[in-house]
């Protein structure tokens, strides 16, 4: 017999991963007696859902005499049963089935004797659940005893249920066997025999002995104590800096942040273009901001040949020959007359946007865009624009 092929195997491991159940399934099935107590959730809402069921109104003396009996009948018993679980509810159905006889004696004979039913069914009878503030097999008071588990500030493990082992799991700010002592960042502000009452801190206090700065027994950390009580401290103030050298630090309560300075700036003491320290090159400082320079329109060029159009651009600008010039060492020469290309286009625009570009070209009334044929077109920068340089800051300025 030939061993199946590896990607058969694949395909089986896959399938049986995807059948599994979640490793976390297990521990969210719920336990007998959140099981039992469902159950009789569910039936005494049928109890509210049948009670005037079979009352229309009219003639009340003759519905209370003829119909009274279907209060306890076996009919109304019939269909709370039918609505306890839905037919896709595994559990819920094997649980009324094994306890059917049970449910039917409690509600035939045993209703008037034991009114609770989830004492008598889920606590005496199948003995899956226990009181309040009891846990385990023999439903043994919790630490604190069951009147009040854990002093009232934290949950009995296995409390009300069969399970467990009693121990208390405390409230945030208790702490110790029965939840009477209180953890760091908590004070005790009421304590007596039977209670217990733990306060939050101040924030600046790691442990105190009331609610407000000067309580503080220890600071907590990023707080220091001055004048008999824990201040913040302003670690933006402290040498070296904490931030780097392209950032700003913000202090907060405790604790502080390192923020980016703004694009424009060499060195920053706040947020945005007015908190620079200096500004990169092709900016320059106005009314306090970080902004840019228009080198082209300085009074000395920054695109000197003739003929060359000059752009500003964020922090620099470029040199560009306009259509129909061919870039040389002195200027821009042109290289076609009107007629040798091709017309594509008559557009009364006062500035239109070159679209293989993106520079405007300039022009006033109606604009002649004129295509000159592609092999005359000559591209001399390295990003395969006709004629175009790119400039830092114009001669003469400062950034």
């Not at 089986?12 to 039992?36: E, G």
């Not at 606590?123 to 588990?149: H, W």
């Not at 591209?379 to 004629?387: A, C, D, E, M, N």
Request: charged content about 25%; hydrophobic content about 25%; overall charge negative.
């Amino acid at each position: 017999m030939r061993p199946p092929a590896p990607a058969a195997l694949g395909l089986l491991l896959l399938l049986l991963l995807l059948l599994l159940p979640p490793p976390d399934q297990a521990a969210k099935k719920p336990t007998p007696c959140q099981r039992c107590r469902e159950l009789v959730d569910k039936f005494k809402q049928g109890m509210v859902d049948t009670a005037k069921k079979n009352f229309g109104g009219g003639n009340t003396a003759w519905e209370e005499k003829t119909l009274s009996k279907y209060e306890f009948s076996e009919v109304r018993l019939l269909e709370i049963m039918e609505s306890l679980c839905g037919s896709s509810d595994f559990e819920c159905n094997r649980l009324v089935e094994e306890q059917e006889e049970h449910l039917e004696a409690w509600w035939l004979r045993l209703k008037k004797e034991h009114p609770d039913l989830f004492e008598w069914f889920c606590v005496k009878t199948l003995q899956v659940c226990c009181y309040p503030g009891t846990y385990g097999p023999d439903c043994l008071a919790c630490q604190g005893g069951s009147e009040r588990p854990c002093s009232g500030n934290g949950h009995c493990s296995g409390d009300g249920s069969r399970q467990g082992d009693g121990s208390c799991q405390c409230h945030i700010g208790y702490q110790g066997v029965l939840c009477t002592d209180c953890t760091d960042g908590y004070f005790s502000s009421l304590r007596n025999e039977t209670h217990s009452i733990c306060t939050a801190c101040d924030e600046s206090c790691k442990t105190c002995t009331g609610p407000t700065n000067r309580d503080c027994a220890q600071c907590e950390v990023g707080w220091v104590r001055e004048d008999g009580a824990c201040v913040d401290v302003d670690e933006c103030a402290a040498e070296p800096p904490p931030c780097g050298e392209k950032q700003y630090c913000q202090n907060a309560n405790g604790s502080f942040v390192c923020e980016e300075c703004d694009s424009t700036c060499v060195g920053c003491t706040g947020k945005g273009p007015g908190q620079c320290k200096e500004c990169i090159p092709g900016y320059t400082k106005e009314s306090g901001q970080c902004t840019d320079i228009d080198e082209c329109s300085l009074a000395e060029k920054a695109c000197v040949r003739e003929n060359e159009n000059c752009y500003n651009t964020p922090g620099s600008y470029v040199c560009v020959c306009p259509e129909g010039f061919e870039e040389t060492e002195d200027a821009c020469v042109q290289t076609q007359t009107a007629g040798d290309g091709e017309w594509s286009a008559l557009l009364p625009l006062a500035q239109r946007e070159d679209s293989r570009w993106g520079l405007p070209s300039l022009c006033s009334g109606v604009c002649l865009h004129w295509e000159p044929p592609r092999e005359e077109i000559h591209t001399r920068s390295g990003l395969g624009i006709p004629g175009r340089r790119e400039g830092k800051t114009a001669p003469g300025t400062k950034s």
